[in-house]
């Protein structure tokens, strides 16, 4: 019965999710890479790539539901967070830290990634877990009480006027709910998208490289918009679009190569 399941789970499966995302964090990677400063703010802008895909993929649920299902991974994060902080507290050399353990810790347990000085990323890893269940909660309470429109706008707007960053990433994901919106919009009309792959993944590759190259990066963990939010804000939807599109235009080429090996199978056994 479960390989039943499982294999109608696959059948299911939509592949171009799984190329998007693959390439997503073989550039994240890169990003971590002490690449240069241009090539780096070209690549940050590929964070909100996974928001994307989450809100393409996220289903309708309740309360009782989204607690369930997330509650691991806040554990996932506190507990290989905790790993980090013990070895960093016990191996790093003093003359390395930039304050002390109990800082240290009071930002790891409020996932407080803005305070570079005071908390290293190799402590907090997996912030980005946080920063997903807190927008998912958003979204799910904003659309139960139908305010989710006019949040996603209230969202926005908090870019330009950035009035400090909250702990457990709530402003990030209060400013990224428009990434979730516009996965779960995609959705709906893919077979619209789909049939101008093309041209959206070359017009967003284009806005992406600009607004990267000419005007400045993003950083969600760092809850950095750019110089030019509103270019940002541009940018950030070109590269999320490229993704979609290249992640189509592989899961096609993957699906021409299948049946070209079984034409070429069956030509060289009947022959």
């Given at each position: 019965m479960?390989?039943?399941?499982?294999?109608?789970?696959?059948?299911?499966?939509?592949?171009?999710?799984?190329?998007?995302?693959?390439?997503?964090?073989?550039?994240?990677?890169?990003?971590?890479?002490?690449?240069?400063?241009?090539?780096?703010g070209f690549v940050s802008y590929v964070i909100v790539v996974f928001p994307f895909l989450t809100g393409y993929l996220m289903k309708d649920m309740g309360f009782k539901d989204f607690f369930a299902k997330r509650i691991t991974l806040v554990i996932?994060?506190?507990?290989?967070?905790?790993?980090?902080?013990?070895?960093?507290?016990?191996?790093?050399?003093?003359?390395f830290r930039k304050t002390d353990n109990v800082t240290y810790l009071k930002n790891f347990l409020l996932v407080r990634t803005?305070?570079?000085?005071?908390?290293?990323?190799?402590?907090?890893?997996?912030?980005?877990?946080?920063?997903?269940?807190v927008a998912e909660f958003m979204l799910i309470?904003?659309?139960?009480?139908?305010?989710?429109?006019?949040?996603?706008?209230?969202?926005?707007?908090?870019?330009?006027?950035?009035?400090?960053a909250l702990p457990f990433k709530v402003d990030v994901a209060f400013s990224g709910l428009y990434m979730f919106w516009l996965g779960k919009f995609v959705k709906e009309k893919r077979t619209t998208f789909e049939k101008f792959v093309g041209i959206i993944g070359l017009v967003g590759l284009i806005t992406w490289t600009l607004?990267?190259?000419?005007?400045?990066?993003?950083?969600?963990?760092?809850?950095?918009?750019?110089?030019?939010?509103?270019?940002?804000?541009?940018?950030?939807?070109?590269?999320?679009?490229?993704?979609?599109?290249?992640?189509?235009?592989?899961?096609?080429?993957?699906?021409?190569?299948?049946?070209?090996n079984s034409l070429l199978r069956r030509f060289f056994v009947k022959y």
């Open positions: 479960k390989r039943v399941e499982n294999s109608n789970a696959n059948k299911n499966r939509e592949l171009w999710v799984d190329y998007a995302r693959g390439l997503a964090l073989i550039m994240v990677v890169l990003a971590h890479s002490q690449i240069p400063w241009k090539l780096f996932s994060y506190y507990y290989i967070g905790a790993i980090s902080y013990i070895l960093w507290i016990f191996l790093v050399p003093e003359a803005d305070l570079l000085e005071k908390i290293p990323l190799p402590i907090v890893p997996l912030w980005y877990l946080i920063f997903l269940i309470a904003f659309r139960k009480f139908h305010v989710l429109p006019y949040a996603i706008v209230v969202g926005i707007l908090l870019r330009f006027f950035y009035p400090g607004v990267a190259l000419f005007v400045d990066g993003t950083s969600w963990n760092m809850d950095y918009y750019g110089i030019n939010p509103l270019l940002t804000f541009f940018g950030e939807i070109g590269t999320a679009m490229c993704f979609f599109s290249i992640g189509i235009l592989i899961e096609r080429f993957v699906n021409i190569s299948k049946n070209t």
